[in-house]
Every structure is written in C-alpha cells, then in structure tokens.
C-alpha cells in the first residue's frame, strides 16, 4: 500500500501567498526528509526534520510523530518557489511521496 | 557540503544497448542508491548498497545490475536496454538508512 500520501497533488497561487503542504506516512519514522525539484528535474534538500520545527527564510517545516505527519510552509511565495517538492521518511527503508506540484503566478 | 556527481548527464542508446551510469560521492557515506523518476510514478528505488561489493536489490530491479566497488562509487548497469528504461535516473548517499539523503544531479536516459 501507499506508505507516503502527499497533499495536495497541485497547487496554484499567487506570489505572495502562503502555501501548505502535508505529508502523511503510515508507519513509525526515523527521519523525515524535504526536497525541492526544480522544473529541471535536479533535487534540492530542503529540511532534514525527524521531529519539531525547522525554519530556513521563508519555509518552516514541522514534524509531528505521533500524529505521523509533516508538513512544509511557504509563506510570502514567490515565482521561483514554482517546482515539485516531495517529502520522504524513513523506518529501515526510505519512502518517497508522489509530490506536490507547486505553480506561483506573478 | 555533501557531494554527489553522476556521469554521463544526458545519455541516448538504442534498444538492446550497453548503459553505464556512473555515481561517486565523497562524502565517505555508508548507504548509496540508484532511483529511476517517471511521470506519474514517482522515485523509485532499483538497488542500494551498505558497502563496497554489497548490493540489495530495490523495488523496481528487473532489468538492472549495479555494482559498488568503492566506498566511493556505484554504479548501475543496463545491458540490454529497452524502451521502457527511458527515464530520469538519481544516485543518491547517506551515512545510514535513517541519515540524510543526498543526491545527485540526476542522469537523463533516453532509449530509442
């Protein structure tokens, strides 16, 4: 089965909203993982956030493990965020999401 | 700042040949992987390794060899390449199954 489900699958904004994106795993965790792909497909790490919260600019990144949950926050978004941002958590093995395809229009 | 670097970045074979992609990462990581990424699927992951000359076999490895000669290196090997490998390859490291990812630039494969 799913062992990571991503939501939403899209998003659409306008610079200077926030955005929030979830992800949602099905089993215990070791780590709990962030990337950004840009649109040419090279993989950016974003968080690295097995519990708690992280801040890096304009992104926060919270992990709550017993609610086996994660979640990304964009705020103030602008046209370079656009991309694809998938989260990943391991146990003994690495599970990724299918990602969140993020469009910030101008 | 953790390093890892694929070669060839962009490859064109024709069906039924001889693929080399090549990972060096000098981070001195335990743990390497080679993932494939299509439309609609995802990453997936093909093989990993723990070790040099240690190989485990992934999700998706019907078609694929690798071999990890190094601490160093990893690489995955398709010798009979088909149609339906065309795909956006990524090798990645961590010091263990639970440590950070790091990846590389990403090898684009295309079989005609």
């Known amino acids: 089965g799913q062992q990571v489900q991503q939501s939403p699958a899209s998003l659409v904004l306008q610079e200077g909203e926030n955005a929030e994106l979830q992800c949602n795993f099905s089993t215990s965790l070791n780590s709990m993982q962030w990337f950004y792909q840009r649109p040419g497909g090279s993989l950016v790490s974003l968080f690295y956030n097995p519990s708690g919260t992280k801040h890096s600019g304009r992104l926060t990144s919270t992990t709550v493990i017993k609610e086996r949950r994660s979640s990304l926050h964009i705020s103030s978004s602008q046209t370079t965020d656009s991309g694809t941002y998938l989260c990943a958590y391991s146990n003994n093995r690495i599970f990724f999401g299918d990602g969140t395809q993020l469009v910030v229009k101008p | 700042e953790a390093a890892v670097t694929q070669s060839p970045r962009n490859k064109v074979t024709v069906t039924g040949g001889n693929v080399t992609l090549s990972c060096r990462q000098t981070n001195s990581h335990n743990y390497m992987y080679w993932y494939r990424q299509d439309t609609g699927h995802g990453l997936r992951l093909i093989h990993y390794?723990?070790?040099?000359?240690?190989?485990q076999i992934g999700d998706v490895p019907d078609g694929y060899k690798a071999t990890r000669t190094t601490q160093e290196d990893f690489f995955l090997l398709l010798e009979l390449a088909s149609p339906s490998q065309t795909s956006l390859y990524f090798c990645?490291?961590?010091?263990?199954?639970?440590?950070?990812?790091?990846f590389g630039e990403g090898s684009k494969l295309t079989v005609l």
């Open positions: 990645a490291s961590s010091e263990g199954t639970g440590g950070q990812l790091y």
């Open positions: 390794s723990y070790g040099a000359g240690n190989l």
